[in-house]
Nanobody
Framework: QVQLVESGGGLVQAGGSLRLSCAAS????????MGWFRQAPGKAREFVAA????????YYADSVKGRFTISRDNAKNTVYLQMHSLKPEDTAVYYC??????????????????WGQGTQVTVSS
């Protein structure tokens, strides 16, 4: 069982930056691939980024490529999402997710086994 707690969300102006953190419980964190998803009001949850167990492999949605960076610190059981050049369309609840496999998948929700409660990111224009 893995419990995930996101933090770092907030209100930021367009063009600004935020860093989200996701703290995971459990001793097997380093065995899990991790991902970030987001859900905007009235829209389905969508994939944002994923990282393999080692951090060597990453994968991004086209909408965030070049602006967001996913990383992890296995010693701290934490995964991060650094977000730059934020746009109003990035406004959403951001969720951290853990996949009980070492390698990243294709970005589908069904590939992930554990989810956090989410943190709100609001980008004002």
């Amino acid at each position: 069982q893995v419990q995930l707690v996101e933090s770092g969300g907030g209100l930021v102006q367009a063009g600004g930056s935020l860093r989200l953190s996701c703290a995971a419980s459990g001793r097997t964190f380093s065995s899990y691939a991790m991902g970030w998803f987001r859900q905007a009001p009235g829209k389905a949850r969508e994939f944002v980024a994923a990282i393999s167990w080692s951090g060597y492999s990453t994968y991004y949605a086209d909408s965030v490529k070049g602006r967001f960076t996913i990383s992890r610190d296995n010693a701290k059981n934490t995964v991060y999402l650094q977000m730059h050049s934020l746009k109003p369309e990035d406004t959403a609840v951001y969720y951290c997710a853990a996949r009980a496999q070492r390698f990243i998948g294709m970005g589908y929700e069904r590939e992930y086994d554990y989810w956090g409660q989410g943190t709100q990111v609001t980008v004002s224009s």
